[in-house]
């Protein structure tokens, strides 16, 4: 082992972390210096730079890869995918937060400091080779989460959801902890890159078979795959709605990038039984229990329970495309999952009184551009061709289908047509109603209309060239073999 | 010239779509938006022209084509390229389009913008079906009629349009999942989504496990066609659809929308699978002729007018499927020339519907009677286009149906006769049901006020009536593109039929 003092190669390529754990603190730090009226702006701002600087940081990232910090962490192309996916979808959700707060008159502060280092979590997670700090960094995101699932403070609901998340959560990830001291026990290593030597050489101990079982209930939990989803709904509910955008998306991308690393590189053994099991449940459950939800945040949480089926199925796949599927489909669930959610913080207004199916009603005629929008992210949720959620469902279908798991893709694709069917409720009851209740709707501020743009955009260029991402993400498998 | 050439067809689909895209910068100005529309749907039809006036009739295979790498990860192509038989419908598609605009002058007076550009954006999917010869690109347009279609019908539509929305959206959709089963089910083996390519592929023998699958993937691609069509038992989305649509929606349903069932049938069902359709032609031609009969004799009890065309769809349509199923040169002929002429007069029918709907708001054939002196050229119009519906010779009912009897006697003599009692049945329901609107003495007094045409829907009929009495005439214009498609459809299936008969 290398034991000299860590160079400043190390530091680079931990670089997009310590720029959100700098920025994040700065927030934290200027927090009681700036007066009232200032702080809003202010601190949205410094937030908005931190993102976009660990974009720039990701992309001057790229150009390092290899090892650091003694083998804990590894930069390569899958590592630089999730940084980006994850800095990016931070960038959107401070850019729609900063409406949200002024409306639902939640302090800036801490909100926007807890995402950052809820980034820092994130980010790490997928560069960590290293179930301890792999460990770590799902703490990191995990508390920053639970915290901000309670953070409308005035409503009941919202503590609910935080408690509710914090406990269950802890749960998790006490077995995800307990997977790993067993994997250390059957292997002798928490590295995943020795892991995957052992594993792989043929003989697998029966010790591994549990701790993989244990690590996964703890990660599938973060996923909300069914049969650890039940806390999905309620959480969902409570939460603000830019939080629940930002914690189904970048946190489970994270989780699944952990996910990823441990079926694959790690050769974790009993894989697809596991996985077909739990992304058939996820998929069914997910959708029929969206089918009968009134309010629209619900509806929306379900549906993320079946996606998170959906993209299960490509970890059933050989790696060769199922690696790349996966990140594809966790690429372009972000990118309309966040535009979906940061309409819906607009349409909820103050303390998110109109969330129900029937407010939704008429939105056509009294906010056509918004209501356009989030028909673009619903058709794509839908798997609509020429939305990025048409490729996402159809290279993770093909992936199982090389693997020749028909029946999965069978499930997959009946749960599609069923899927269909409650987001079509959204978009009927936003074109084809008379509006019940003229509920007078808030101009879209310059903020929300950005990060409108950017998940739109986002969501077709996924949709008409999905080569380029896909590509990208394929030379994951090529590092992966070598 | 060779640049217009390969551009042309994807020029006439997006030039619609390209309308769409400027027509949402448009300030909400309702004239200048319809204006606009009809502009574009003008300059679109003028362009597609190119492709008749051009086209090598001798030559067989796909004209106009463009071949180029979309998207390399599967791997798709952009591939577009018509044959005579699809070239026919893009022009039936462009020839609809700006009727439709006219006919919804007036009747669309809110939601305007986006009314227009979901019609253009439907134009351009309808046209893409058409022109794009990779099944993946194919499936994109498919799909993408979907939405616009069921947000016309729930957005403009009457009284129970989001019940008929819903229903369309949702039995199309379902059903061409089974489409994209056994087209990914294609690309696994051959690697390509290219049509050629595949059809080359299965023609050479070179598909692993073909056999055993090809009669799952005949039936999943003729179930997402059989739907659209639609086909005796999937037909009960169409009445609620075209009862509840706005006018337009009518009339590119039926113009255009079920043609793509029609036209799938034809260059999927028959162009990949010539076996698997010879084998299962028996059945399907049954369903057909089912359909041609119920079809017309729920027409004929319909107390309501649009539902009354649309069930006169649903037998129509009949003879296409027949006429495809009946692998003579006469029957395919015949079935493309019913889809166009079906096309013009059906559409030409809602038209006429959505006028009578503009002055009296409704549809029930008992609140009219006697309008033939309230409203002389409205009742020409209208006699017109019923004759042209019923198959008068000189026509263009006629000659379609005509083909595609002789191509079913062909067959099996006792489909052609079956089929022929349709021609009856037609005639009987449509006649009946101009007399009760247009003979006798006015039974309501409102019906006595009633405005004749107006120019502008003059405007929009004038057209239609025009095309079916060429078509009627002048068959050859069209027969002579769509023949050598069609043989060369059928000549695997022939080759085969000689081959089990060699034995």
């Known amino acids: 082992m290398n034991s000299t003092v860590p160079q400043l190669a190390d530091y680079i390529r931990i670089l997009p972390e310590l720029v959100l754990a700098v920025f994040g603190m700065i927030v934290m730090l200027l927090d009681p210096w700036l007066e009232q009226r200032g702080r809003q ?43 980006f996916l994850v800095a990016a979808v931070t960038l959107v959700v401070i850019l729609c937060s900063y409406e949200y707060l002024a409306v639902q008159q939640i302090r800036a502060g801490e909100y926007y400091g807890l995402i950052l280092f809820g980034a820092v979590g994130m980010s790490l997670m997928s560069s960590a080779v290293e179930l301890v700090l792999i460990f770590i960094a799902l703490e990191i995101s995990s508390i ?123 050769h974790a053994p009993g894989r697809i039984w596991l996985i077909w099991v739990v992304a058939a449940l996820s998929m069914t459950l997910g959708n029929l229990g969206a089918l009968v939800q009134d309010n629209v945040k619900r509806l929306l949480a379900y549906s993320s329970i079946a996606h998170a089926g959906y993209l299960l199925v490509a970890f059933a796949a050989l790696p060769g495309n199922g690696i790349p599927a996966a990140m594809f489909y ?79 893709v069978i499930i997959g694709v009946i749960n599609s047509a069923v899927g269909a069917y409650y987001y079509l409720r959204v978009i009927v009851m936003m074109y084809m109603r008379a509006p019940k209740v003229a509920v007078p709707l808030s101009p879209v501020s310059l903020g929300l209309r950005t990060a409108l743009a950017i998940s739109i955009v986002a969501t077709i260029y996924l949709g008409v060239l999905p080569g380029r991402i896909l590509d990208y993400a394929g030379l994951t498998v090529a590092q992966w073999r070598q | 010239m060779r640049a217009l050439e390969n551009a042309i067809l994807t020029l006439v689909t997006f030039v619609p779509l390209a309308g769409a895209l400027l027509l949402l910068f448009f300030p ?42 979309w998207i390399a990860n599967p791997n798709i192509h952009y591939h577009m390229g018509v044959d005579g038989v699809s070239m026919w419908l893009v022009v039936l598609t462009t020839f609809l389009t700006p009727l439709c605009v006219l006919i919804s002058w007036k009747s669309i007076d809110e939601r305007v913008k986006e009314f227009f550009v979901l019609l253009l954006i439907l134009e351009t999917a309808l046209i893409g079906v058409f022109t794009s010869l990779d099944l993946f690109l194919f499936y994109f347009f498919w799909e993408g009629t979907l939405i616009p279609m069921a947000l016309l019908i729930g957005m403009y539509g009457h009284g129970r349009r989001v019940y008929a929305a819903i229903k369309f959206f949702l039995y199309t959709m379902i059903a061409s999942v089974f489409m994209l089963a056994a087209i990914l089910w294609l690309y696994a ?23 055993g699958a090809a009669i799952w993937l005949f039936l ?89 065309i649309a069930y006169s769809s649903i037998s129509h349509l009949g003879f296409v499927v027949l006429g495809i199923f009946s692998f003579t040169t ?40 006697g309008l033939a002196s309230v409203m002389p050229r409205y009742a020409t119009f209208f006699l017109f286009v019923t004759l042209a519906s019923v198959g008068l010779p000189l026509l263009n009912g006629f000659v379609g149906e005509f083909l595609v009897l002789s191509g079913a006697f062909q067959a099996q003599p006792w489909w052609g006769i079956i089929g022929a009692t349709g021609v009856i049945w037609s005639a009987c329901y449509l006649l009946w049901m101009y007399q009760r609107v247009f003979f006798g003495k006015v039974k309501h007094d409102v019906n006595n006020t009633l405005p004749d045409l107006s120019g502008r829907e003059r405007a929009a009929l004038w057209p239609a009536a025009v095309a079916a009495l060429v078509m009627g005439v002048a068959p050859l214009i069209w027969l002579n593109a769509i023949d050598p498609a069609a043989q060369a459809t059928l000549s695997p299936v022939l080759a085969l039929a000689s081959k089990v008969a060699g034995r």
């Open chain 1, 41 to 83: 702006r202010g601190l949205g701002f410094i937030a908005l730079t931190g993102a976009a600087a660990a974009i720039a940081a990701t992309i001057f990232q790229a150009s390092y890869p290899g090892t650091a910090f003694y083998g804990m962490v590894q930069v390569d192309s899958f590592s630089i995918f999730f940084h």
């Open chain 1, 144 to 266: 920053s989460t639970y915290i901000l699932a309670g953070f409308r403070r005035r409503a009941a609901i919202s503590s609910e959801s935080s408690v509710k998340y914090f406990l269950l959560g802890s749960f998790a990830t006490a077995f995800f902890l307990y997977g790993v001291a067993l994997m250390f026990g059957a292997t002798g290593s928490t590295s995943i890159e020795k892991i995957g030597q052992v594993l792989s050489s043929g003989d697998i101990p029966l010790l591994a078979y549990a701790a993989i079982a244990l690590m996964f209930v703890g990660l599938g939990f973060k996923v909300a795959a069914a049969p650890f989803h039940i806390w999905t709904p309620d959480v969902y509910e409570g939460a603000p709605a830019p939080v629940v955008g930002f914690m189904s998306t970048a946190p489970k991308a994270a989780v699944f990038a952990v996910l990823l690393r441990i079926m694959f590189e790690a």
């Open chain 1, 330 to 408: 966790a690429a372009s669930y972000a990118a309309m999952n966040v535009g979906a959610f940061a309409v819906v913080s607009h349409f909820g207004s103050a303390g998110e009184r109109y969330v129900t199916l029937e407010d939704y009603a008429g939105l056509g005629r009294r906010s056509p551009v918004l209501a356009a929008t989030l028909t673009i992210f619903l058709l794509s949720l839908i798997g609509i061709p020429i939305t990025g959620g048409f490729f996402a469902k159809f290279y993770v279908f093909s992936a199982a289908l090389q693997a020749n798991l028909v029946g999965l």
């Open chain 2, 28 to 69: 909400r100005r309702h004239r200048d938006i319809r204006v606009f529309a009809l502009v574009v749907t003008l300059f679109d039809f003028v362009v597609s022209l190119h492709l008749p006036v051009h086209f090598h009739r001798a030559q067989v295979g796909f004209q106009y084509e463009l071949d180029r790498l």
């Open chain 2, 189 to 211: 083996k051959v690697g390509s989504f290219d049509f050629v390519t595949i059809q080359a592929a299965i023609r050479g023998g070179h598909v692993p496990n073909f056999a």
């Open chain 2, 220 to 308: 999943g691609f003729f179930l997402a066609f059989a739907v659209k069509v639609p086909l005796f038992p999937f037909h009960t989305w169409l009445p609620d659809a075209h009862v509840e649509a706005p006018t337009a929606g009518s009339v590119l349903l039926a113009g255009v929308l079920l043609k793509m069932g029609t036209y799938g049938m034809f260059r999927f069902n028959l162009g990949l699978f010539p076996e698997q359709a010879r084998a299962n032609a028996p059945w399907i031609a049954i369903l057909a002729l089912i359909g041609i009969v119920y079809g017309a004799l729920v027409a004929m009890v319909q107390p309501n007018l649009k539902k009354l």
């Open chain 2, 330 to 369: 006469a029957g395919l002929d015949g079935a493309t020339f019913v889809m166009l002429a079906h096309g013009v007069s059906t559409g030409a029918l809602f038209m006429l519907a959505g006028i009578i709907y503009e002055r009296r708001h409704t549809y029930e054939i008992s609140d009219y009677g």
